[in-house]
């Protein structure tokens, strides 16, 4: 069977399939400037490569079908006599509410317009979207099957829906808790009060059932393109990682705007809610589908894998950094920030305006019924921690890039830390009081760090870092001013 993909009215490509779905070939390209980005080759629209663009264009569909693991998906997919995903998306030319691009069977070429069948501007049924997420009463195979959320991915429960002529997108949560829909509202308000460019999701509460609430993204003019299409032709490193470099060198050489600072401006965003699910289809750009100017970087979008998910109080109180999960450059919180070069957006982030952000979030969670006491505290306690780190974890970047760099690139080493580093080499000392010496020394020259930020500075563990501290204390070397969340350590001796 072919097919002609399509951009609005604008045929960009013929291609056959299989009877099992897969791409056979590329018949014939019509259009190479509109090819999706995902089919680029080098961050450039190219036609060249057949098989390569065969492949590629699998992948991009392979992205619009719905997960098999999707609650009730099989079970919908039988009571519709559908024998797939990707014929489910078809039924309805795998449209989508995040782009333009439809494919149309070559034998309704020229029967069928963008303008009679888009779900920007027309009504489109409720069924598929509603058995997904409420594992409403079964289908069958007379069942209205025209839906953007046939083309809807992820694993949470989630469908389209129209009120007042706006295109809205709610997701369910998971579990007892079912906490991603409060975690998507807290980024929201986090990111109104930083002014970072945000979606905003809101809450609803259904027979004690949480959902989050959020209007599309893009409209007819304009296009998502997901940082995975962006960058599927560059080599990973170890073959799943990202490189932050070269994700900004191919941003800058497709001419996005502010790319890298905005970019930065979700990580720390992540930093502070603890995102542990910050994957290449979470993060997007936006162009105009019809100049293919690029606008920037999307606004953040898909928080909900945060906040210590599924985590019990103690769990969130003894968390850290080194060891709460992270993507998509690193595989921890602490390592992905320390190679991000934060320093870049410091100037244009104000943290006074989360000062009473604690208040706000108890605020939240208190008439919450699903999540316990214990467990609210906790959050919000954790929430002001991590807005602390953050600022300190920010600072030490500053002073590391503005008065430790060499003109020649190198790095001065104070005469404390010299002496130390020497200490080590020769050996002196039993390793419990080197430990001491170290922890000591970072403590003379910033005595506001927090047991994490000594942690990541020193490549010690938490416990090692409390058992030393302890040590200095005993011994009458440093003192604590002020609580453990706001205070600062005072040098003694």
């Known amino acids: ?63 619009r079908i719905i997960p098999y693991y999707r609650r009730s998906f099989r079970e919908m997919l039988l009571e519709l006599e559908i024998n797939s995903g990707e014929e489910l998306a078809q039924k309805s030319y795998y449209l989508s509410l995040s782009d333009q691009y439809w494919v149309c069977p070559l034998p309704q070429f020229g029967k069928i317009w963008w303008e009679d069948i888009n779900f920007f501007t027309n009504e489109y049924d409720s069924a598929i979207g509603l058995r997904l997420m409420s594992a409403s009463g079964a289908l069958n195979k007379n069942s209205s099957s025209y839906s953007p959320d046939n083309t809807t991915g992820g694993e949470l429960p989630k469908r389209w829906i129209r009120r007042d002529g706006i295109n809205y997108l709610e997701k369910a949560g998971t579990g007892t808790e079912q906490q991603e829909p409060l975690n998507e509202v807290l980024a929201s308000e986090i990111c109104r009060r930083l002014k970072i460019s945000y979606i905003p999701y809101t809450l609803e509460i259904r027979d004690e059932n949480y959902y989050c609430l959020c209007p599309d993204i893009v409209d007819q003019n304009t296009e998502m393109i997901p940082l995975a299409s962006i960058y599927q032709d560059i080599p990973l490193k170890d073959g799943v990682k990202y490189e932050f470099p070269k994700l900004v060198e191919r941003c800058n050489a497709l001419g996005i705007p502010n790319a890298e600072q905005d970019l930065l401006k979700i990580f720390l965003l992540d930093y502070i809610i603890a995102n542990v699910d ?8 936006l162009r105009n589908c019809e100049t293919l100017e690029w606008i920037g970087v999307a ?29 998509p450059f690193e595989e921890t919180q602490a390592v992905q920030f320390k190679n991000l070069p934060m320093e870049k957006i410091a100037h244009l982030v104000d943290f006074s305006s989360l000062k009473d952000i604690s208040a706000w979030y108890k605020k939240f969670l208190s008439p919450l019924r699903r999540l316990s006491d214990a467990k609210k505290s906790a959050l919000v306690n954790v929430l002001d921690e991590r807005i602390e780190e953050v600022q300190i974890l920010i600072k030490q970047k500053l002073k590391t890039s503005s008065s430790k760099i060499k003109p020649d690139g190198t790095l001065f080493v104070s005469a404390m830390e010299s002496d130390f580093t ?11 009081s080197r430990t001491e010496e170290q922890v000591f020394a970072a ?20 416990a090692t870092i409390t058992r030393a501290l302890q040590k200095l204390r005993e011994e009458g070397k440093i003192l604590r001013n002020g609580s453990n969340k706001t205070g600062r350590w005072e040098i003694v001796g």
């Not at 604008?10 to 090819?35: G, R, S, Y």
């Not at 200490?423 to 000392?429: A, E, R, Y």
């Not at 047991?451 to 938490?462: D, N, P, Q």
Request: aromatic letters at 10%; one cysteine or more; a negative charge.
């Open 443 to 462: 403590l003379v020259q910033d005595p506001t760090q927090t047991k994490e930020i000594l942690s990541e500075r020193l490549g010690l563990s938490r």
């Open 278 to 285: 910050r994957h290449s289809y979470n993060i997007s750009f």
């Open 299 to 327: 606004p953040v979008y898909d928080s909900g894998k945060s906040m210590f998910l599924n985590k019990l109080d103690f769990e969130i109180e003894a968390a850290s950094s080194f060891r709460i999960g992270a993507k």
């Open 1 to 63: 069977m072919e097919y002609l993909l399509y951009k609005k009215n604008i045929p960009i490509l013929q291609f056959e399939e299989d009877d099992a779905h897969d791409i056979t070939a590329i018949k014939k390209v019509f259009n190479v400037l509109h090819l999706p980005p995902h089919l680029f080759t080098d961050g450039k629209p190219s036609a060249e490569n057949e098989y390569g663009l065969c492949q590629k264009l699998e992948d991009f569909f392979n992205n």
């Open 422 to 432: 020497a200490g080590l080499q020769k050996g002196n000392g039993t390793k419990s």
